[in-house]
């Protein structure tokens, strides 16, 4: 529960499904992952984006071993306490895996409130007190009932209060929705994507892409020289580097990439060039 909370972060579902299955049957409990270097997190992390959380994921695994008898706790305090897990995450580990009463927010669960409740198209860009205090005050007292409720709310929000397209006539709490019996107002916003093509990001996971499928560490000519001029076999790493040669970046944005990755965790140099963390 812990492992597939982290990866959904802001990642879809089906996105996740195919990593989450490789993860728990290559490490099916927290020794097993935490017995592996961290570089096989960040290697098995795929393309999921945000490759931090595995590093996270790894130092939460070392943490349950060596202070929690190797079982995920299932307190909300004793969550919270391992390293990179917050607030929503540690509510609903304890509250889905663990059937505790816990206020559980996020994204879809915001949405949902905001319209029903307050009248608003979309929640506040951040997460506010007072939407903590809506959530917490709308929680059944009773146990069993909360967990539901959470899923419940959660569900609602990702399959029909969605968004951009809200499927209003199939809700079953539209006649106590306050959004539509205002006449549906706009939101006070409007959500903007981050761009992607041509940015730091995509430069810096096209170079997590060539650290993962090396097994040995990279040389900076290997990034900086197109896999055709360096005499590399088709397949292998000369995949990942074709792709980010693709890209054309300038060598200094190159650099970016390498120096932040570097300094997140994510990489590390040795006087045989750049690999994954061990």
Request: proline letters at 8%.
């Amino acid at each position: 529960m812990l492992v597939s909370e982290v990866m959904l972060q802001q990642t879809p579902v089906v996105r996740v499904l195919p990593v989450w299955e490789d993860w728990m049957s290559r490490w099916p409990t927290p020794a097993d992952l935490a017995a592996e270097p961290a570089g096989e997190a960040v290697r098995h992390w795929g393309r999921l984006g945000y490759p931090r959380r595995a590093l996270r994921l790894h130092a939460a695994a070392a943490a349950i071993t060596a202070d929690h008898d190797g079982e995920v706790p299932a307190e909300y305090e004793r969550l919270l306490s391992l390293p990179g897990v917050g607030s929503y995450t540690a509510a609903a580990v304890a509250a889905f895996a663990y059937g505790r009463r816990q206020t559980v927010v996020d994204t879809n669960i915001r949405r949902v409130h905001a319209r029903l409740f307050t009248g608003t198209a979309l929640p506040a860009q951040a997460l506010t007190a007072a939407e903590m205090r809506l959530a917490t005050e709308l929680l059944p007292d009773d146990v069993g009932l909360s967990v539901r409720w959470n899923a419940a709310v959660m569900e609602l929000g990702a399959v029909v209060c969605t968004a951009r397209a809200p499927k209003c006539a199939d809700c079953p709490v539209r006649a106590e929705c306050a959004w539509r019996l205002a006449g549906e107002p706009p939101p006070s916003y409007v959500p903007k994507g981050q761009a992607w093509h041509g940015t730091d990001r995509q430069v810096r996971g096209a170079v997590m892409a060539v650290l993962r499928e090396a097994d040995s560490p990279v040389t900076a000519e290997l990034f900086l020289t197109p896999p055709a001029d360096l005499g590399l076999a088709p397949g292998g790493i000369s995949v990942p580097l074709g792709a980010l040669h693709r890209l054309s970046a300038p060598a200094e944005q190159l650099d970016r990439a390498l120096q932040g990755l570097l300094a997140d965790g994510l990489a590390e140099m040795s006087d045989a060039g750049y690999r994954l963390p061990s």
